[in-house]
């Protein structure tokens, strides 16, 4: 999807540097992009490649940065890129930076470095007699085996004459590549550490749970019964509850997060009846945690998220993102016009369910029932 919007937008860019011909063209392409609403009058792309500037980009990336990850093979399908990129998340939207573990940063900036190596007709040995290090470790670099700090990049840029919007944005990548995320190395399917990535960047995380307790707030036993049920060896299973429990570090964090809870939620008996009251009562201390908040929408009440359950994510800078999960299968959604609609449901529940005070104290009632049932009695 991303990929879709973005590779018109790469054509026009290389198109504006083109002489004649090649700026009639790029005209006409971005007449046609501007009447689908793929340009805006703020966009880098609309300010710096227009028929009065006939130099190509102005302000925005230099094309020395290359093609985008997708088209050198990394096969991630999305934009590797951040933040950090201050003129490319500003292009593309920054929910977009999405998705760049560790090793990829590490990957991708080791081929900027090496292209521009290349560029200069340098060999490995050349740059390491300019730089005070061995070619070996240079090589490493620029495969992505081993991490740069911030001095050995410098040294490196200042070597290859890098300078500008390219060195501040490769500057800015190396930033990260020092902190590893528990994620980064973690050993889960591909779409979960993404969902992991996109919970550590939110600034605000609203899920809606019409079946189990959401996978944030749940309890190593309630974890370990929802898995069970879907099958699998039980050191997989264990290996899988260590994850989520992992994932649960982000509300340490100021994120501010919220649960909207079908109350089927706090009847439906999940591992049995002391598995459920120690969930309930963590679900009642964590309601107390300043950036938590859980709501509960009514049994029998008709609302618009009986349809399924998702994950709203949103960010500082650029659009919102949207997870929706299945049973083998799950999926990130960014256009705007789909996560608009998640947003507007998200507002007609919150409208609908009960306030925090009222929910904690729902929360402790279903607690004491299964307390009671753990003991023998009936719930």
């Known amino acids: ?25 790029c005209d006409r392409r ?16 609309a300010q710096n490649i227009s028929p009065s500037h006939s130099s190509g980009w102005i302000t925005s990336p230099p094309r020395s940065l290359g093609n985008f990850p997708w088209e050198r093979g990394y096969g991630y399908g999305v934009p590797a890129v951040d933040r950090s990129f201050g003129w490319l998340s500003d292009w593309i939207g920054a929910s977009s930076l999405l998705l760049m573990t560790w090793m990829a ?41 081993k991490p740069i700090d911030r001095d050995d990049l410098l040294k490196i840029l200042g070597a290859l004459g890098i300078t500008g919007p390219t060195e501040s944005a490769l500057l800015s990548l ?19 550490r993404d969902l992991a990535a996109l919970e550590s960047k939110a600034t605000k995380i609203t899920e809606l749970a019409i079946a189990v307790v959401p996978g944030l707030i749940q309890t ?16 997989r299973i264990l290996h899988r509850v260590e994850n989520r429990i992992a994932r649960q570090t982000v509300l340490a964090g100021s994120v501010q997060y919220t649960a909207l ?22 679900l009642a201390t964590l309601s107390q945690q300043g950036n ?31 997870h929706i999960e299945q049973q083998r299968t799950s999926a990130l959604l960014d256009r705007k016009a789909e996560t608009a609609a998640y947003q507007a449901t998200t507002s007609t529940l919150r409208a609908m369910a009960m306030d925090a005070e009222a929910s904690r104290a729902l929360i402790h009632q279903y607690a004491d029932r299964w307390r009671d049932r753990a003991h023998g009695e009936h719930f």
């Open 1 to 25: 999807m991303i990929e879709s919007a973005v590779r018109p937008l790469i054509a026009m860019s290389r198109l504006a540097a083109r002489p004649r011909g090649g700026r009639r063209r």
């Open 30 to 45: 971005m007449r046609r992009a501007n009447r689908r609403g793929q340009l805006t009058s703020t966009s880098p792309l």
């Open 105 to 145: 940063r590490s990957r991708i900036l080791g081929d900027e470095l090496r292209r521009h190596r290349n560029s200069c007709g340098l060999t490995l040995a050349e740059l390491g007699a300019r730089t005070g290090r061995g070619k070996s470790t240079i090589a490493r670099w620029e495969t992505g085996e």
């Open 174 to 192: 190396v930033g990260d590549l020092s902190q590893k995320s528990w994620y980064d190395e973690a050993d889960m399917p591909k779409r979960l």
């Open 220 to 235: 190593s036993a309630y974890a370990a019964a929802v898995l069970r049920g879907m099958g699998g060896p039980e050191d």
């Open 261 to 282: 809870l079908d109350e089927l939620v706090l009847q439906r008996p999940v591992g049995g009846a002391e598995v459920m009251r120690a969930q309930l009562d963590q």
């Open 292 to 322: 938590v908040t859980l709501r509960v929408l009514p049994v029998g009440l008709t609302h618009p998220g009986l349809t399924g359950a998702f994950i709203l994510l949103e960010f500082a800078h650029g659009l919102p993102i949207v």
